[in-house]
């Protein structure tokens, strides 16, 4: 599967983005999707991952702001970002892996979609 990240963009500091992850070849209906960020001389770090029957999990910065979610097509993994600061800008990219399991960390997951920006000014 190939996965393509988008709606980044540039944004103000409380402000919202809702960004997407699609499938393409295939659906996500088997995989469990992350996504991660990786701010400029900064090491990737894990932001939201969703299981195939829906489980999330999210690291503490993004409790109460972020919202994993999935289409009912299992096509599309969406990150919903709100009361954006600007320590959230960084390149943003989703991840899938074929499990039942919730997964959280980068190095289980073999397929990657580029990145998106996601800037946010104060």
């Known amino acids: 599967v190939q996965l393509q990240a988008s709606g980044g963009g540039l944004v103000q500091a409380g402000g919202s983005l809702r960004l997407s992850c699609a499938a393409s070849?295939?659906?996500?209906?088997?995989?469990?999707v992350g996504w991660f960020r990786q701010a400029p001389g900064k090491e990737r770090e894990f932001v939201a991952s969703i299981s195939w029957f829906g489980d999330s999990r999210y690291a503490d910065f993004g409790k109460g702001r972020f919202t994993i979610s999935r289409d009912s097509a299992k096509k599309t993994v969406y990150l919903q970002l709100n009361s954006l600061k600007p320590e959230d800008t960084a390149v943003y990219y989703c991840?899938?892996?074929?499990?039942?399991?919730?997964?959280?960390?980068?190095?289980?997951?073999?397929?990657w979609g580029q990145g998106t920006l996601v800037t946010v000014s104060s």
């Open positions: 070849g295939g659906t996500l209906s088997s995989h469990a």
């Open positions: 991840a899938a892996r074929i499990t039942w399991k919730p997964v959280v960390a980068a190095d289980e997951f073999p397929y």
